[in-house]
């Protein structure tokens, strides 16, 4: 069966929204792997699972095709926790902090870890305060410890599917000048300078009419929040960075943990959206990648 006649019916009635948040590619790759084996007994967990989407869809979807043993989520949210335990009960959620080793240990080993939009927020908790933004070294370090920690809860064999976004390359402080294209772009960049706490958000006015000048961290920050802008989402949403790493530094976070990259994806799902509301002026310039899923398989121990 083809993943397209798969999941065609589950995005119409159940996963719209998540689709337009790229989360529709993370979906259909945990799907091949699970259907790659489907009799061996898997466990799946699911780390920041938040209201159990993503999870709940991959279980019910495949609860007559794997032999899935046991599927646990795990969030700091008890909202979000509550949430999924009505809409999801044959999954087990639990109240933790994935970056709390020893917690960690005590779930056991599975064979698919998901970070579905996870590290991310690991990184945004290192804002600090004295510094009004994020700590970056301090950010990137905490991402590297939490992963360290969660890659040991991979089975011999089993594997992990990350799905987050992607720093720019190059140099971040180089400055780009765009354009708005009507008046509620210009409306909705004005929001976000004010309103987006990980970074301030620096800007001039530029050389064309509607025009700005802004640096390459600060463009790539505001256009993939542009779609939470003016939507409820948007009160969580200003208090992340998606950010964090470039695509090298996720790989050799991988590396080092004896992960060989099974599959790497680059996806930008909402370039429409930007092209309609602002023209990027600068020469050799464009807009950047939205967000990357990388699958690693954990190479099993040779005296295993």
């Avoid at 979807?61 to 909202?79: F, R």
């Avoid at 690991?122 to 004295?130: K, T, W």
């Avoid at 004005?190 to 301030?200: H, I, W």
């Avoid at 943990?257 to 099974?262: A, G, P, Q």
């Amino acid at each position: 069966m083809s993943d397209e006649s798969f999941w065609n019916l589950y995005w119409d009635t159940r996963l719209q929204y998540l689709q337009g948040q790229g989360k529709g590619q993370a979906i259909l790759a945990a799907s091949r792997l699970i259907r790659r084996n489907p009799t061996q007994p898997m466990r799946i967990l699911e780390l920041g699972c938040g209201e159990g989407q993503i999870l709940g869809a991959l279980i019910e979807a495949h609860h007559d095709m794997a032999n899935i043993q046991e599927s646990i989520g795990v969030d700091y949210d008890p909202l979000a926790l509550e949430t999924a335990k009505k809409a999801y009960p044959a999954i087990k959620f639990m109240h933790g902090d994935f970056t709390d080793s020893e917690f960690l240990v005590s779930l056991g080993k599975f064979d698919l870890i998901l970070l579905v939009n996870a590290l991310h927020h690991v990184f945004s908790d290192a804002f600090d305060e004295e510094l009004g933004e994020i700590d970056v070294p301090a950010g990137k370090n905490a991402v590297l410890a939490a992963f360290q920690s969660i890659q040991k809860c991979i089975s011999p064999g089993g594997s992990i599917l990350l799905f987050d976004g992607l720093e720019a390359e190059g140099d971040l402080q180089r400055m780009l000048e765009i354009r708005f294209l009507h008046d509620q772009a210009h409306q909705n960049f004005l929001q976000f300078a004010r309103e987006y706490q990980p970074f301030r958000i620096r800007f001039q006015t530029g050389s064309a009419k509607n025009s700005i000048q802004l640096s390459v961290h600060d463009f790539t920050r505001y256009v993939t929040k542009m779609i939470f802008l003016g939507k409820p989402l948007w009160s969580r949403e200003k208090l992340e960075s998606y950010q964090y790493f470039i695509k090298d530094e996720l790989k050799e976070m991988f590396y080092r943990h004896d992960l060989s990259l099974m599959e790497e994806l680059f996806i930008s799902v909402d370039v429409q959206r930007w092209q309609d509301e602002i023209e990027i002026l600068s020469p050799d310039f464009d807009f950047p990648i939205e967000h990357i899923l990388m699958i690693g398989k954990k190479i099993a121990d040779p005296g295993g």
